[in-house]
Structures are given as C-alpha cells and as structure tokens.
C-alpha cells in the first residue's frame, strides 16, 4: 500500500503518524534529541520511518517544525538548538522520489484543522493557539499565508500596551503575557496578592487549569482573571480580524480546553473592540488537540499528491 508519513517536531517529543488511504493508521511518538544542537534529529525520524514502513511505499513526509519556514528551510528553531536547517533537502536526499513538505508547527496545526478538524468547511481562517505561548496561523483561500520570511501569524507580539509586561521577544505589553498560560498564572497570583479577598487561587502549585476550574465555579477572583484574559485576547483578536476579516477564528492549544466557558466570554468582549463589519466573525474551537500536527502536516503532502493525481 502507498503511505505517508504525518510528523510533528516538538521540543520534547516528536509525534509521528502513518496515513494509508488518508487515513492515520499508526501513530507513535519518539523523544526530540536535542543534544549537540539538534544535530541526530532528522537522522531518528529518517529511521523511525523506516523501520515502520513494513512493506508498504513511502509516497510522502510531511514535517511541522517549531520555527519559521521557507522554501524547505527552517529559519532556526531555538527550543531544538537549530539555526538555519535545509530540511527538506536532508530528508530527501534519504528518500528519493518522495514527496516531502516542511511546515512550521502553528500553520501544522491549522492545515489539520481546517481539512478535519474545527475549521472544515472554512476558507478563510486565524488559529490563535493557547499555551505556554500565544501562536497563531492565517489560512487565506484555502492556503496558510507565509509572509515574506516565514513570520505571519505572530499573533501573540500584537502589543496591547506599550509600557506592559516584559516579552521574552524583546518588546514590551505583547499580548501573549497576558493570555498565554505563563501569563493568565502571573495575573492570577498579581490579583491573588492584591484582592484582599479569600481566593481559591490561594492553593498551592496552582495550575492554569485550576483558574479556569475555580471560575467556573465562581471563584470572584479567578473569574476576575478570567475576564482580563479574555478582555485582553479580545483586543488581540479584534486587531487581527480588523486587519484580515477571516470567516472564522479558531481557538486552540492547551488553555483552549477551558472550551465554552473561554469561548462565549472571548466572543462577547470581541465585539466590544471589533470594527463593526467584522462584528459578527464566528468562534470556534479546535477539535484536534495534540494530533492537530500531524494531521496537518500529511495534509500538506497529501493535498499536493492528490493533485498530481497519483493515487
Ligand atoms: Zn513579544
């Protein structure tokens, strides 16, 4: 049978998927050797994939990289100790005649989602992606924009206030600070401190999941971080929307699991900063959650060998 390999390059692990027929039919997952800058990287998923490929022919690699991308190469990615690394040169010139696509790691997701995931049947598309960070991906006419140097969808530098919170970017009041997990934790042990109230965020390691949990169960407090977040993202959102009017907004990444009670409160606040004709963008969630990677990434091969109608 003729299959293609979906693969997602994390910092800690490196997921990768085995698609017949378009569909996933193993899915494994190795760790991300980052030692001497990441030099055995490309070499162990080169022989994951051999050894899984059984007796079926490799037509296609698809590979997300944490990292801008251009052409095949990855602009450097830091968390992976790579500076400018010709990806998909090295990976054919293991498998000749193969079919091979480098994304970055956002748009990965985002290409997953818009072919089986939350934004199916969208054309036009931001995915702001909430975790340790604040990602973003643009989909326009059912392509993901690049930009020039691969550096669309920084969503998450969008300054929201010019004498704000340091970024690790350099700038000042990005609004990843606010509304990344490493940020909704800081503004919750800010208010914490300074409420002078009894708080359930009070408890000890507390977890950005907990401040969703214990808004949810109406903690004033933690509700009060909650609608700064969202206030916060809304501004982010409304700035992007303003500039693109996409069909939809999908909401992904870890936070993202808050789920509605994250959504109805981002969507409300967006209208209060949104230009009038983009008002009525639609919110959704993200569906794919950790797969979305790897999903996206077969997409971007199995999309292209579909049109050359080889299968
Ligand atoms: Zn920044």
Redesign the pocket.
Known sequence: MKCIFGIDLGGTQIKIGKFIDGKLVLKYAIDTDVSDNGKNIINDICVTIEKNLNSDTLIGIGIDVPGPVKDGWVLGAQNIGWKSVNVKGEISNRFPNVLVEVLNDANAALYGEYYCGGAKGYKNVVMMTLGTGLGGGIIIDGKVYEGANGSSGEI??ICIDKNGRD?????KG?V??YTSAVGILRTADEMRKSCGKETMLNKENLTCKDVFDFAKLGDEVALEVIEDVTDKLAIGAAAVCNTLNPDLMLVGGGVSKAGEFLLERLEKKFKKYAFYSVRDTKFALAKLGNDAGIFGSFYSVWCKVDESSNL
């Open positions: 998450g530098h970024c690790t970017c350099g700038l990005c990843e600070q």
